[in-house]
């Protein structure tokens, strides 16, 4: 398993229920072993197996329950 550490920023969140959203959808990918979901930063931090899954697909998984990416930083 090669793990990485993506910290996914996207438009500000409005509700607090976006939070326990958007950490079920990502965390249901295959490969993804931690999500935490930052309210006040809107900073979506993901622990990841970069063999198993590409930021592109958490990207685009968190951009479809409405919230766009507009940056992504990732560390392995």
């Given at each position: 398993m090669d793990k ?73």
């Amino acid at each position: 398993m090669d793990k990485a550490t993506g910290t996914f920023r996207t438009e500000p969140f409005t509700c607090p229920s976006c939070v326990k959203k958007i950490e079920g959808a990502v965390q249901r990918i295959p490969g993804v072993s931690k999500v935490h979901v930052g309210f006040a930063t809107s900073k979506v931090t993901v622990t990841f197996d970069d063999a198993a899954v590409a930021p592109d697909a958490i990207t685009a998984r968190i951009s479809t329950l409405g919230y766009p990416v507009t940056s992504v930083q990732i560390t392995k």
